[in-house]
């Protein structure tokens, strides 16, 4: 198997999850969520790791869920394509319970389930430049899988300017809206990753660890009943004549039939 997400971890004990399907934009396929899943698990089984950096190789972040596996969903039948959907909701909520914190560094854009990633991160980073945005409804599709992890991150305020209408928007709307920690110069990327990592280190690998799982319970912990009503969710709106609509749409290259 193509090995789209790779692991590499320093003496500090910094690992970094790289996606690496940049052939692609780092669209998340289902081999590639499933790897996205285990090696997240695996890391937070591994007691030397002290902090985790989701990052990307080539031009983009990740251009959200990819088409070609959601056009394969349609022909699936209604059980099969609910198990299916839900890979992207079942790897960010193994990211969500790392016990170490996870830093984003976003780069390029970030779209769709590009913007959930960013989400579970405790603090993400992005390069000045990039473009975000939750275009599922311009498909006939929802952001549900990764709607729990952009509330959470986001508060519904915030999320009602963006969740609904598939606007794009750039870093500084980013941090406004809660997405972004922080939007550097992306020369200045790599550092402002550097400088976030280096308080941890000198805390007690336990004690962070602790303390970000209160953190959690305290601030209204995500729990798998909210990821199973997002994936149902998501599942009912597959059986839309909109999704089916808004996807054939994008592979004809043709205005879906609502757009104005």
Not at 94 to 107: D, F, K, T, V
Request: proline share 3%.
């Amino acid at each position: 198997m193509t090995q789209f997400i790779e692991t590499e971890i320093d003496a500090r004990g910094v690992a970094t999850l790289w996606l690496a399907r940049e052939d692609k934009h780092n669209a998340l396929s289902a081999d590639m969520m499933t790897q996205l899943e285990e090696a997240a698990r695996r890391l937070a089984q591994d007691s030397d790791v002290r902090v985790v950096v989701l990052a990307a190789r080539g031009k983009t972040f990740c251009a959200g869920g990819d088409l070609a596996w959601m056009r394969d969903q349609m022909a699936m039948d209604a059980d099969t394509r609910r198990s299916e959907s839900a890979r992207i909701a079942t790897a960010l909520m193994a990211l969500y319970e790392l016990p170490q914190p996870l830093i984003g560094r976003l780069h390029g854009n970030a779209f769709g389930g590009g913007v959930g990633l960013a989400s579970v991160c405790d603090v993400a980073l992005g390069a000045a430049g990039i473009k975000m945005g939750l275009t599922e409804t311009k498909l006939g599709l929802i952001p549900a899988n990764i709607g729990p992890y952009v509330i959470a991150r986001m508060g519904g305020t915030r999320a009602r300017e963006v969740f609904m209408n598939a606007r794009l928007f750039d870093a500084g709307e980013a941090v406004r809206l809660n997405l972004l920690t922080r939007a550097v110069a992306a020369v200045d990327l790599d550092d402002a990753v550097e400088e976030a990592i280096t308080p941890y280190l000198s805390c007690a690998p336990g004690a962070v660890s602790e303390a970000k799982a209160l953190l959690r319970m305290l601030e209204g912990r995500i729990t798998q009943e909210h990821v199973d009503l997002a994936i149902d969710a998501l599942a009912q709106r597959w059986e839309t004549s909109e999704a089916r609509d808004g996807i054939a749409a994008f592979f004809d290259k043709r205005p879906a039939p609502w757009a104005g």
